[in-house]
């Protein structure tokens, strides 16, 4: 039997922002697949972050630490309480997915700049991406340069917070209209890796 219950505001959020039902967000929560993100201090509310597969996307869900039940469901965009880390994001998906975690640590993922020499051991990764335009034609975007500890150009791209990077260098480079149609990331000349948008944004 479930424990979790919602309130009439929370079971109307899931309806509106999930493509999960009430009881399967119930089940997530109550058999651990949430990352806890922290509690109110002056309440008795959890904020517990969980991720979607459906939905491809995170959501947190806000419940009463005393009656279990939950007071709100809000998407991990909306959440401002406190900073959600690429870190815990990939902690829920992987939860949820059932995967094995790759754990990033904040020196894993560095920004580089002309000023910031490379540090041994890190590569450097390029990334290009190409857009339909509002006309129909294509340009491309650099999105720029970053450095990563690990070696290895797949499990780079597969770690949130390298996405989450880019995602947000994308979101300040594309213009009114335009469309995302690709986007390429390199590793020196010769190693290069397309990206899934579907899986990126």
Not at 14 to 24: A, C, G, I, K
Not at 54 to 73: G, H, L, M, R, Y
């Amino acid at each position: 039997m479930l424990q979790t219950r919602f309130t009439e505001h929370a079971f109307e959020r899931v309806e509106e922002r999930l493509h999960l039902t009430h009881d399967d967000v119930a089940r997530v929560l109550n058999e651990g697949k949430y990352v806890p993100l922290g509690k109110d201090g002056s309440s008795n509310r959890l904020h517990k972050l969980f991720y979607s597969e459906p939905d491809s996307f995170w959501f947190v869900a806000v419940q009463d630490e005393k009656t279990d039940e939950i007071v709100t469901i809000l998407p991990v965009d909306y959440h401002n309480r406190w900073r959600v880390s690429g870190d815990a994001l990939r902690s829920a998906r992987a939860k949820a997915l059932g995967e094995s975690l790759f754990v990033v640590t904040q020196e894993r993922l560095l920004d580089f700049d002309e000023e910031f020499k490379l540090r041994p051991g890190n590569m450097v990764l390029r990334c290009n991406v190409t857009v339909i335009t509002k006309r129909g034609g294509k340009r491309v975007i650099g999105l720029g340069c970053f450095q990563y500890r690990l070696g290895r150009l797949p499990q780079a791209i597969e770690d949130i917070a390298v996405r989450r990077m880019i995602h947000g260098r994308l979101q300040a480079e594309l213009l009114d209209g335009e469309k995302l149609l690709s986007l390429t990331i390199r590793h020196g000349k010769k190693s290069k890796k397309n990206v899934q948008l579907k899986t990126l944004l």
